[in-house]
């Protein structure tokens, strides 16, 4: 890979993700850690929403919701799962393929711990994906929960964190004429060595 170098270059595609990520919270204006996630239901229909991602690890890119949501099903019974990472002010994207396991420890509860108060207490009062009557029921049932579980809610038990472990990793960034440069870093297994190769644009 003679060419792969500038934002390309380096033998951590992980730590690549990151650097992008880097640069791009000094040029979106909003959520540049943004990601579209696609999964599929129990009959292979896709589905596709946007999530924040809030941590890129040593092997592994990680995200949280509400386990009742119809996301967290779709993982849960696929295992597998999809993103793509845009960021329109530096003309580059990220896209990510892989097998899904869930946090729901230690790091969970300390990410769930470092969000405002407001959030933690939407995580309990939020049924997410399901039927909701009226936004005034949604508040209701805040001041409800607010009530119970008061300044310090534990992390809700239907609510955590899922790890996409990556065997496929591309990298794209805005080429001259559509002509764009795309890496594409792959593996059949985590435990594999990646291969890198350039697509054709």
């Known amino acids: 890979m003679s060419d792969r170098g500038g934002i390309f270059a380096g033998d951590d595609p992980f730590a690549i993700a990151r650097s992008w990520l880097v640069e791009a919270e000094a040029s979106e204006v909003n959520d540049p850690n943004a990601i579209a996630l696609a999964t599929v239901d129990a009959g292979g229909l896709p589905n596709v929403r946007m999530v924040l991602l809030k941590e890129i690890e040593a092997e592994s890119f990680v995200f949280y919701t509400n386990y009742g949501s119809a996301k967290a099903q779709e993982l849960d019974h696929a295992g597998k799962a999809a993103f793509v990472m845009h960021w329109k002010s530096l003309r580059r994207q990220i896209r990510v393929r892989g097998t899904i396991t869930r946090e729901d420890g ?10 405002s108060l407001k959030s933690r207490l939407g995580a309990w009062a939020s049924q997410q994906s399901q ?14 929960v607010t009530a119970k579980h008061g300044p310090n809610p534990e992390r809700p038990p239907f609510w955590g ?7 496929e990793i591309e990298f794209w960034a805005d080429g001259a004429f559509r002509l764009h440069d795309r890496f594409r870093w792959s593996r059949e297994e985590v435990a594999q060595e990646w291969v890198i190769q350039r697509l054709s644009p």
């Open 106 to 115: 230690s790091q969970a509860d300390e990410y769930y711990a470092s969000r």
């Open 161 to 167: 964190g899922y790890r996409l472990t990556p065997v």
């Open 131 to 144: 039927p909701l009557s009226s936004r005034g029921a949604l508040m209701a049932e805040v001041a409800r």
